[in-house]
T-cell receptor
Framework: NAGVTQTPKFQVLKTGQSMTLQCAQDMNHNSMYWYRQDPGMGLRLIYY???????DKGEVPNGYNVSRLNKREFSLRLESAAPSQTSVYFC?????????????FGDGTRLSIL | DAKTTQPPSMDCAEGRAANLPCNHSTISGNEYVYWYRQIHSQGPQYIIH???NNETNEMASLIITEDRKSSTLILPHATLRDTAVYYC????????????FGRGTSLIVHP
């Protein structure tokens, strides 16, 4: 089982460039999430999608957009990258509603913006 | 969702039990306690969760106080591979799930 797969694993961008981080899960989960983690910090929620066709802002959404392409895939886009967006980005998925099942995380995308 | 408080760091000798505390004094009756850990450079990994009863699985045990205002994650025989950051979070099941991961507890297991 692949679980949650994130691509790419590493990326270096110049300020002002755009890129899309990809995330796919094979567990048939309804909910998907994007977090960022800065050095020495916990995870901060950027956006989440409670179910296919819906997206909502989290704690730090500015500078990002998301697309829930289908039930499996949830992408994160940086339209004009800034050095402050240098971070490790984690995607996660989980069941939703009444289920107590936990989140499953990918291994992250390490993004550096020069 | 209620907030949690954890010590920033702890250490433990290999082979001994590691007891990681978490305070969640504002927890409400329908909130579960979840524990995750993050080994360096990897994504967080689920460990265990519980509502009010103590829970045990192959990874750890979770002890929740009777008033549910605090809990302890127990790694019964810590190994060097258990060195990680451990996160305690609480969440309402069935509501809008926006989990918050604070800085957690950095556990160092030494030989």
């Amino acid at each position: 089982n692949a679980g949650v797969t994130q691509t790419p694993k590493f990326q270096v961008l110049k300020t002002g460039q755009s890129m899309t981080l990809q995330c796919a899960q094979d567990m048939n989960h309804n909910s998907m999430y994007w977090y960022r983690q800065d050095p020495g910090m916990g995870l901060r929620l950027i956006y989440y999608s409670a179910s296919e066709g819906t997206t909502d802002k989290g704690e730090v959404p500015n500078g990002y957009n998301v697309s829930r392409l289908n039930k499996r895939e949830f992408s994160l886009r940086l339209e004009s990258a800034a050095p402050s967006q240098t971070s490790v980005y984690f995607c996660a998925s989980s069941e939703a509603g009444q289920d107590v099942q936990p989140q499953h995380f990918g291994d992250g995308t390490r993004l550096s913006i020069l | 969702d209620a907030k949690t408080t954890q010590p920033p760091s702890m250490d433990c000798a290999e082979g001994r039990a590691a007891n990681l505390p978490c305070n969640h004094s504002t927890i409400s009756g329908n909130e579960y306690v979840y524990w995750y850990r993050q080994i360096h450079s990897q994504g967080p990994q689920y460990i265990i969760h519980g509502l009010k009863n103590n829970e045990t699985n192959e990874m750890a045990s979770l002890i929740i106080t009777e008033d549910r205002k605090s809990s302890t994650l127990i790694l019964p025989h810590a190994t060097l591979r258990d060195t990680a950051v451990y996160y305690c979070i609480v969440r309402v099941v069935g509501g809008s799930y926006i989990p918050t991961f604070g800085r957690g507890t950095s556990l160092i297991v030494h030989p």
